[in-house]
């Protein structure tokens, strides 16, 4: 079981940026998938989250309005799409995914699997 997680880099404030997050057949088609983020000094937080029927769709307040999970279940690709980039979204960005479950989409623990994080940098 794999995530290959990319698409992150050095952005602008108010620049968009979409990272993407390859996955098993396996785990795209049942699992819920994440993003959850890590900027330095600080503990790993959710981002969001889609399920693997619905599907639905979760988000944290501090990305509300200016990201979307989407995936494409053609390619086996988990998307984040982000817009108007602040410097406080520069962190690590990991994708994630687990076996479906009543736990909350935003508890970390909660993820059996996990992608390498893709950086992301945003200049004031």
């Known amino acids: 079981v794999q995530l290959q997680a990319s698409g992150g880099g050095l952005v602008q404030a108010g620049d968009s940026l979409r990272l993407s997050c390859a996955a098993s057949?396996?785990?795209?088609?049942?699992?819920?998938k994440g993003w959850f983020r890590q900027a330095p000094g600080k503990e790993r937080e959710f981002v969001a989250a889609?399920?693997?029927?619905?599907?639905?769709?979760f988000y944290a307040d501090s990305v509300l309005g200016r990201s979307t999970i989407f995936r494409d279940n053609a390619k086996n690709t988990l998307y984040l799409q982000m817009n108007s980039l602040k410097p406080e979204d520069t962190a690590d960005y990991y994708c994630?995914?687990?076996?479906?479950?009543?736990?909350?989409?935003?508890?970390?623990?909660?993820?059996?699997?996990w992608g390498q994080g893709t950086l992301v940098t945003v200049s004031s």
């Open positions: 889609i399920t693997g029927s619905g599907p639905s769709t």
């Open positions: 057949k396996l785990i795209f088609s049942s699992y819920t």
């Open positions: 994630a995914a687990r076996m479906p479950t009543t736990q909350p989409p935003s508890l970390a623990r909660s993820y059996d699997y």
